[in-house]
């Protein structure tokens, strides 16, 4: 059965809002969903595993469309850009409209973007980081957007990364229900490598979690972390964090649906029994 | 606070896990200062342990999430350190992970000394 999207449309907001012709008035209503940040949007049809077009308009000038099928990016259009270089112009745009707009037959869909939605989003948002602290050319002009991502190519390695998502997804099969959200990350690079339903800053957190802890116990003890630490959430999850060299795996699960000893002593060992071959690889 | 009622939770905490029991220390979360520590207690390691808390009550925020009743750190070695915020107060506890068994002190003297603590607390 087809999943639908609860569209929760503030038509008051719509008649307040400034006058402005009647042409206009029907092309912004034609836009359901709106204050939104397309980043954030694009992670929920992930994560809900849609099939749909997600229309985002920023202004009269810029506007375009995401086609994902079963949760994945398959294409964007943006202008006249197509694919990846569309999907990067619009991932960063904030307090857009967006509409939906469901794929009933997926058969003529060509898949134009290989690349993570996770790995694209934090491609995005080091950019945007970048072009905040104002990073600029010799002579003046900002950095073009193609070299940019021509430079994390160099440095990201795609293959690995599809490797470890798909080390987690095992581990999401293994879990099922149980598994809230888990990541894989470098610990000395700061560089998040694998994601399953985490989102970036989640992991990001974690990550400087591990660090203060590793200090402290240097610090005080003259004790090194070992190779895990867990905490206990409320609302019956756990937090659970394995350190394997410089990497690290961060789990939340809920205790009802799986337990520590479990996810200790069975599914971890699997999960890294792949994630060593990976690595050896 | 009940001094004496803290005494006997450390005494619960030092029956229920034996030869594994390393070291123990309760601070208060406001300015760190010690109330009760066993002869081995690691202080430096209990007041850092403390800003530890709070970071990690700050990084669950972007799940979001809540710390819940303990969190527990493997050091490398034999030992492990259980920490228990309560409120204004934070009990720390290292073990040799060695002779105690994550099950036991997660299942049943977690659950004992959380009791204890409590009504020492209360009292």
């Not at chain 1, 202004?59 to 694919?83: I, K, M, P, R, T």
Request: net charge negative.
């Amino acid at each position: 059965m087809k999943k639908d999207f609860k569209l929760i449309i503030d038509n008051d907001e719509l008649e307040n809002m400034p006058a402005i012709d009647s042409g206009m008035t029907d092309e912004l209503q034609r836009w359901p969903l709106f204050g939104l940040s397309v980043g954030s949007f694009l992670q929920v049809i992930a994560m809900e595993r849609q099939t749909c077009i997600m229309e985002v308009y920023l202004n009269a000038g810029h506007w375009g469309h995401f086609c994902f099928v079963q949760g994945e990016l398959y294409d964007a259009v943006c202008g006249e850009l197509e694919g990846e270089k569309a999907a990067m112009e619009m991932i960063v745009w904030e307090n857009v409209r967006l509409n939906i707009k469901q794929i009933l037959n997926t058969s003529g869909v060509a898949r134009k973007i290989d690349k993570n939605l996770m790995l694209l989003l934090m491609e995005s948002s080091r950019l945007r980081d970048e072009i905040h602290d104002g990073v600029q050319k010799p002579d003046g002009e900002e950095v073009e957007e193609e070299d940019e991502i021509d430079a994390l190519e160099d440095v990201e390695d795609d293959a690995q990364y599809e490797k470890l998502n798909a080390c987690l997804e095992i581990m999401g099969k293994d879990m099922g229900d149980a598994l809230v959200a888990a990541s894989i990350s470098r610990i000395d690079e700061s560089k998040i490598m694998a994601s399953y339903r985490d989102a970036p800053e989640a992991t990001a957190a974690v990550l400087r979690m591990t660090k203060f802890l590793r200090n402290s116990l240097r610090d005080a003890a003259a004790d090194n972390l070992d190779d895990h630490y867990i905490v206990d959430l409320k609302g019956r999850q756990t937090l659970v964090v394995f350190i394997v060299g410089q990497y690290q795996w961060c789990i939340v699960f809920k205790n009802e649906k799986c337990t520590l000893g479990l996810l200790r002593n069975v599914i971890m060992p699997k999960a890294l029994r792949a994630f060593d071959e990976i690595k050896l690889g | 606070m009940n001094i004496q009622k803290l005494n006997v939770c450390m005494d619960i905490l030092k029956k229920d896990l034996g030869e594994g029991f390393v070291a123990s220390c309760i601070i208060t979360t406001d300015d760190g200062q010690v109330l009760v520590a066993t002869d081995k207690a690691n202080i430096a390691e209990a007041t850092l342990l403390n800003d530890a808390t709070s970071l990690i009550r700050n990084a669950l925020k972007t799940y979001p999430a809540e710390l819940g009743q303990y969190y527990y750190i493997d050091v490398a070695g034999n030992m492990a350190v259980l920490v228990i915020p309560f409120g204004d107060y934070q009990w720390t506890v290292t073990i040799n992970k060695k002779l105690v068994k994550l099950g036991l002190l997660l299942n049943v003297v977690l659950p004992a000394v959380i009791n204890a603590f409590e009504d020492a607390v209360v009292s």
